[in-house]
């Protein structure tokens, strides 16, 4: 039977093989990793000795001993399960201890949606840097998820009335084309007129002309949020800013769905309690 950093290893390259964002492929591996810390320390040395009260003790270990919260011990028993079906699908294992392992039970807070002086701020710190200010606005108008920024082509956009945003698929994202307003299609090309003569063509790239990264993009606009005061967003909230103002416009649910990549309209829906929203059913986007 194969040791576990081995199969660590393997799990890594598989997630990496499935199209898992790089931010994603490294929280999984640490998580695993901890796992693996845990039940060395309770004596538990491979594969067919772990048991689901193993598995069971290590997530009471993170949320009383190390004090994690529920939504993080949340994300970390997903890891493992994540782990666990793949050593399955790999025949390491015969049986799944995972399958019972339940996630904590927690209450989500609120959307952090920025008021338009909060993105009136943002906008302002921003604007002499042509390429921090295309992120921010890519991000605000068009609603993408940060690794879909980041994987950005420069064939991915078109240009003029008809401008679209094309997102390419992965494991976990739809491929899907998505309105690109006059405000984003500005402020890309203003960026682009500086933008380095990379020899690839992402859209958004460092001064040594590599892919500006998931990890690179937080923090660029880390420095930026706080520059303009917003020292409690993130980089997901330009998401959530986007999508409740959408809804506060009155877009059709099912269309925002789909433009934002969500598998399911419900998960588009709950953001509901959070807008005042009209009753016109646009299909046009608004601009922020």
Same mark, same amino acid.
């Given at each position: ?106 209450? *989500? ?60 698929? *992965? ?44 990890? *690179? ?18 980089? *997901? ?52």
């Amino acid at each position: 039977m194969k040791d576990l950093k081995t199969t660590l290893n393997e799990f890594v390259d598989y997630l990496r093989k499935e199209g898992r964002a790089e931010a994603t492929v490294i929280a999984y591996r640490k998580d695993i990793d901890q796992m693996f810390d845990y039940l060395q320390d309770a004596g538990i040395p491979s594969l067919d000795k772990i048991s689901l009260e193993s598995l069971k003790g290590f997530m009471k270990y993170l949320d009383g001993d190390l004090g994690f919260s529920k939504k993080t011990v949340s994300r970390k028993t997903n890891s493992v399960k994540t782990y666990f079906r793949f050593l399955i699908s790999q025949g390491y294992i015969k049986d799944n201890v995972s399958t019972g392992l339940e996630h904590p039970k927690f209450e *989500n807070k609120p959307p952090r949606v920025l008021a338009q002086l909060e993105y009136r701020a943002l906008r302002d710190v921003v604007k002499d840097n042509l390429r921090t200010a295309a992120l921010v606005e890519v991000l605000l108008q068009a609603g993408l998820r940060i690794s879909e920024l980041a994987a950005l082509r420069i064939e991915d956009l078109t240009f003029g009335k008809e401008g679209r945003v094309f997102v390419r698929r *992965n494991s976990t994202i739809p491929e899907r084309t998505i309105p690109f307003n006059e405000a984003a299609q500005k402020s890309v090309k203003q960026y682009l007129g500086t933008r380095p003569k990379a020899k690839n063509d992402y859209l958004f790239v460092t001064r040594s002309n590599k892919q500006l990264l998931v990890r *690179n993009i937080r923090a660029v606009l880390k420095r930026s949020f706080q520059k303009a005061g917003l020292n409690d967003v993130t980089v *997901n909230d330009l998401r959530h800013t986007f999508l409740t103002t959408q809804l506060a416009h009155g877009l059709d649910i099912s269309y925002l769905a789909e433009i934002l990549g969500h598998r399911r309209v419900t998960t588009t829906e709950k953001y509901l309690q959070y807008v005042q929203r009209r009753d016109d059913k646009r299909r046009d986007l608004a601009t922020l």
